[in-house]
Nanobody, 123 residues
Framework: QVQLVESGGGLVQPGGSLRLSCAASGFTLDYYALGWLRQAPGKEREGVACISSSDGSPYYADSVKGRFTISRDNAKNTVYLQMNSLKPEDTAVYYC????????????????WGQGTQVTVSS
């Protein structure tokens, strides 16, 4: 059974950090493009960061560039999102996703999704 399970969300003060994890089961992430997306209340889902399957190149939304880092650990079959200097506008449900498709990862449609983890940035 293919499954992605996120963890690491929570409540953090502005300027703080969190690391989200997404563990895969039922398939290996090695050859998949991986992404983190988020959805805030009343807003459309948006891509935050992704990592290409072909060369491992990361891509970031302008709103998180320089603050967030996506990484993968193929040995642990896990993808991470390190989030630093968090802002209230980063508050959202964060989802990890995977696709076997190749190409420019911000444009890919994802096949597998996690259940989401809530991140709340508030003082």
């Amino acid at each position: 059974q293919v499954q992605l399970v996120e963890s690491g969300g929570g409540l953090v003060q502005p300027g703080g950090s969190l690391r989200l994890s997404c563990a895969a089961s039922g398939f290996t992430l090695d050859y998949y493009a991986l992404g983190w997306l988020r959805q805030a209340p009343g807003k459309e889902r948006e891509g935050v960061a992704c990592i290409s399957s072909s060369d491992g190149s990361p891509y970031y939304a302008d709103s998180v560039k320089g603050r967030f880092t996506i990484s993968r650990d193929n040995a642990k079959n896990t993808v991470y999102l390190q989030m630093n200097s968090l802002k209230p506008e980063d508050t959202a449900v964060y989802y990890c996703a995977a696709t076997f498709s190749a190409g420019y990862c911000p444009s890919l449609r994802y096949d597998y999704w996690g259940q989401g983890t809530q991140v709340t940035v508030s003082s």
